[in-house]
């Protein structure tokens, strides 16, 4: 499974951002997808998980800010970012589990000017 996220970048605090994470490959593995994000000195953290299923979870600090969301062909994953704080700040990674792995995409800056 290979992922690749797009849709980082700069935003007024405030503002909105939209990403995405194509999945290519052994797709019909994948179960969970979602996002996770590290700031720098800080550990990955998780962000927002979707199930196959549709079922969604979400960290506290961004629950009711950030929306994830799946396609209907189970290949693309976005995080749509509303109300950003300048605390959003991070690389945000895609995340996926297939077959019992860990997939990981390469990471997109997020960077909230306050």
């Known amino acids: 499974v290979q992922l690749q996220a797009s849709g980082g970048g700069l935003m007024q605090a405030g503002g909105s951002l939209r990403l995405s994470c194509a999945a290519s490959?052994?797709?019909?593995?994948?179960?969970?997808m979602g996002w996770y994000r590290q700031a720098p000195g800080n550990q990955r953290d998780m962000v927002a998980t979707i199930t196959r299923g549709g079922s969604a979870n979400y960290a506290d600090s961004v629950k009711d800010r950030f929306t994830i969301s799946r396609d209907n062909a189970k290949t693309t994953v976005y995080l749509q970012m509303n109300s950003l704080k300048p605390e959003d700040a991070a690389v945000y990674y895609c995340?996926?589990?297939?077959?019992?792995?860990?997939?990981w995409g390469q990471g997109t800056l997020v960077t909230v000017s306050s």
């Open positions: 995340h996926a589990v297939g077959w019992g792995q860990n997939y």
């Open positions: 490959g052994s797709i019909f593995s994948i179960s969970t």
